[in-house]
């Protein structure tokens, strides 16, 4: 299911001939349609008619407007139930299209083509798909699995580091959760650039696809991928609702961060290990200032995840580097010392 | 998975006794808040927490504006993943209810308890959720089954003439497309009350429900219960963007009318079988005049029908009373005169 590209794109080609698809959309953001998408159509080898969509880059774009802007163009292209989408992106467009895909006369069929490195580890696999809402991240959606994923590592060539780190948080958690040689071999990059990341991308995409092969509807398993992520996301929509938005991978390291000594404070995992981790992460990743948001407003947020049920917050925390538990819930206190000690490091 | 509910629920409070959600959001329209609601409410034996939900009435409500309302207000009321949604009304609340359950947090559960005849024989079965884009009818949606169906059969005695007459087409056209002992029976029919139809509700569903569990995507045999709905949908479409809107069971039996004199003309059926059908059909359904409407915009609608691929228009016609086909490809030429037959008998 997931394929390496060579430079040819000899795997896509080789895919578009095996079913007869009436028509392929490529849907893009700016930024993929100017450094990407000539890439693409300069390989394509394919007698069916092509047509662009486009929509403009960056989360806040990830709404029901854009959604309902895909639908209408479908429609009024006539777009029909044998249609491809072509998701050519980061994580918006894969999330937006796999789940424009997902709904449109109740599901076409659609391909990721991952352009960064937060899309390719993460995003693009998996089958969740959706938009955000309300500033809560992905309260729409569905688990609708592409029918392929195709990697070309040289887009990430294309990518501006700070993208790159983005991308590298993943790859970090999945090294956490279930792979100690992957977290080993990943901290020992001296400098972060696509030359030096491209070799573990492989590793860390087929973490991700064991875990959701196991689980794909997250009843299990899967929710040990949300690590780092909890606490991550409720601070990303506090500064995504001040339309100061910080990086995904930025909010996940700080998530992985607390959540780490979290897992501390509630004995599963031992304090040199706890201690290691999180030099780890602060060895590529800076602290942020959250001084503007109090504990409190964070808790809230958190009551509202997605991945709680009857009102207690759920966790997925650390036994050890490699080994991950879910369903863990703890006491707010513990919660608020987390975030009190990230406060800490902030300021030392 | 479908269950009639004896005077007291019991089958639908065992159902809420064997899993354990956190909250039970109940969406009804004004109809079945006034006539429906209490009577659920005054049998529902459950300590969980229950909601209500409220739309308008009508196919016009069926879009994105009211799903985002409700995805909205479940957000604001902090409903989790483990909630429960129970679409206790016609086909619009459990479209609309299975879509909007279907996407909020990637999916949570929800049930039906159909109030029309057109819901227990049609809507409510088979996991079809959408919404009406841009007056094409369920444009966006998904396949998604309910955990379960309730019918409670007395429900249809509050409804208005009209509406039993609309579900009664759905209930022919499963007669005609695999079963001809039910056909019979119906058109024995001389009142069309609830009282009549109740005892023939149950077999109707079930040669629905056969169908589904054979091809719950739609890829072959499902295609059948199509029958009627290509012309059906595409009047159905005109009269509502000239919000002059008329029942859907109107429309299928206009479309049934058109579609099985089709079946003649591509040599399907032998023309005393297409007679007995539409005479059997003209003796339950007065003729509509569509001369409003031109045989080019009836045609033009149909070439964007959701049933379509490849730019061809496919039909599900007839064999013979309790047998059809699916997949057939008409000329336009004999689709016209599929139409002006209908408006003769408009003129007679």
């Known amino acids: 299911m997931i394929q390496f590209l060579d430079q040819n794109f000899s795997q896509l080609n080789h895919f578009l001939t095996k079913d007869t698809y009436s028509r392929i959309f490529i849907l893009v953001d700016e930024n993929t349609h100017e450094n990407c998408l000539p890439i693409l159509l300069g390989n ?18 990830k709404n029901i407007q854009t959604a309902i802007h895909l639908w209408e163009i479908l429609t009024e292209m006539h777009a029909d139930r044998k249609a491809l989408i072509v998701n050519l992106g980061g994580g ?8 424009v895909a997902a709904t449109y006369k109740r599901g076409i069929s659609f391909i990721n ?37 195709f990697v070309y590592p040289s887009f990430l060539s294309t990518l501006p580091s700070d993208q790159l780190l983005s991308g590298f948080a993943e790859m970090l958690k999945h090294g956490l959760i279930a792979d100690k040689n ?28 064991n875990v959701v092969d196991k ?52 004995n599963l ?9 999180i030099k780890g992460i602060r060895s590529k990743f800076s602290t942020i200032d959250i001084s503007k948001y109090s504990n409190e407003a964070i808790v809230a947020i958190l ?6 049920s009857n009102s207690n917050i759920n966790f997925s925390l650390l036994h050890c580097i490699g080994a991950a538990v879910f369903n863990h819930q703890c006491q707010t206190e513990n919660i608020v010392k987390s975030l009190n000690y990230y406060r800490n490091l902030c300021n030392n």
């Not at 992957?182 to 696809?209: F, G, Y």
């Open 44 to 61: 394509l080898e394919t007698s069916t008619e092509i047509e662009i969509l486009e929509i403009e880059a960056g989360e806040e774009m």
């Open 303 to 308: 009551v509202n995840d997605k991945k709680n």
């Open 113 to 149: 083509v991952p352009t960064t490195l937060l899309a390719m580890c993460d995003a693009s696999i998996g089958g969740k798909t959706g938009i955000d809402l309300m500033h809560y991240k992905n309260m729409v959606g569905t688990f609708s699995l592409p029918e392929h994923i």
């Open 269 to 277: 995992i031992s304090e040199e290990q706890s201690e290691t981790i």
């Open 182 to 209: 992957h977290w080993n071999s990943l901290t020992q990059i001296s400098d972060l650039d696509a030359e030096n990341i491209i070799p573990h991308v492989k590793r860390s995409m087929e973490i991700k696809q």
């Open 215 to 266: 689980d794909f509807h997250e009843e299990n398993i899967r929710k040990t991928l949300n690590f780092g992520h909890t606490i991550g996301h409720s601070l990303e929509s506090l500064f995504l609702e001040d339309n100061t938005p910080i990086l995904h991978g930025e909010a996940v390291a700080l998530g992985m961060i607390c959540e780490t000594y979290l897992s501390k404070l509630e």
């Open 92 to 99: 918006v467009v894969t999330d937006m299209g796999g789940f």
